[in-house]
């Protein structure tokens, strides 16, 4: 590895986590995982991060904020009833994507759950998101609050059912049909 500023490096293992957790998901950052994704060692990583946790807390933060501007860049241009069918399509499209984008949130939840410093990232990144999901649903109703609960309300369905989906092929709920009931519901 080339040598990098202290600043530079820890932002390239930062990065190389987040590629970890897009590729196999946050229960794959490790020391090891992410060392190899770099093209570095175990040690540097230890060097930067005082703990996997808080080497999985920054992985998620900066994998969540570019997820987050993938969507806000494809959805700009979109109506609302569209934005949101692109934000939810793993669970409501025709034909289902491979389910990872909504599933590594609920993945990121579980986590947060278990280990602090990921859930402060997690907390803070699902308020993000559901800025920009409120954004989109201003479309519909001038009430801001309104729009908000709106946008907090569509996200946990959609993450919990995209925790359904990790877990099992045959969900006991019709993913699909809830999902579009609860987008249907937020419009009326």
């Given at each position: 590895?080339?040598?990098?500023?202290?600043a530079a490096r820890r932002h390239s293992i930062v990065e190389a986590a987040a590629a970890v957790v897009a590729r196999d998901g946050l229960s794959a950052v490790t020391a090891r995982?992410?060392?190899?994704?770099?093209?570095?060692?175990?040690?540097?990583?230890?060097?930067?991060?005082?703990?996997?946790?808080?080497?999985?807390?920054?992985?998620?933060?900066?994998?969540?904020?570019?997820?987050?501007?993938?969507?806000?860049?494809?959805?700009?241009?979109?109506?609302?009833?569209?934005?949101?069918?692109?934000?939810?399509?793993?669970?409501?499209?025709?034909?289902?994507?491979?389910?990872?984008?909504?599933?590594?949130?609920?993945?990121?939840?579980?986590?947060?759950?278990?280990?602090?410093?990921?859930?402060?990232?997690?907390?803070?990144?699902?308020?993000?998101?559901?800025?920009?999901?409120?954004?989109?649903?201003?479309?519909?109703?001038?009430?801001?609050?309104?729009?908000?609960?709106?946008?907090?309300?569509?996200?946990?369905?959609?993450?919990?059912?995209?925790?359904?989906?990790?877990?099992?092929?045959?969900?006991?709920?019709?993913?699909r049909t809830v999902m579009l009931s609860a987008i249907r519901a937020e419009f009326h």
């Amino acid at each position: 590895m080339a040598y990098l500023a202290r600043a530079a490096r820890r932002h390239s293992i930062v990065e190389a986590a987040a590629a970890v957790v897009a590729r196999d998901g946050l229960s794959a950052v490790t020391a090891r995982a992410v060392a190899d994704e770099l093209g570095g060692s175990q040690g540097q990583i230890h060097h930067h991060f005082g703990s996997t946790d808080e080497l999985a807390a920054e992985a998620w933060r900066h994998f969540a904020a570019l997820e987050i501007q993938a969507y806000e860049r494809e959805a700009g241009c979109l109506d609302p009833p569209a934005a949101l069918a692109l934000f939810f399509d793993d669970l409501v499209g025709d034909t289902r994507g491979d389910g990872r984008a909504l599933a590594r949130w609920a993945e990121a939840g579980a986590h947060a759950q278990l280990r602090s410093a990921v859930a402060v990232s997690y907390v803070e990144s699902l308020a993000q998101l559901t800025d920009v999901l409120a954004k989109v649903l201003s479309g519909v109703t001038a009430d801001p609050e309104r729009a908000r609960q709106a946008a907090g309300r569509l996200l946990m369905v959609g993450v919990g059912l995209a925790g359904i989906t990790r877990i099992t092929d045959d969900p006991p709920v019709a993913v699909r049909t809830v999902m579009l009931s609860a987008i249907r519901a937020e419009f009326h």
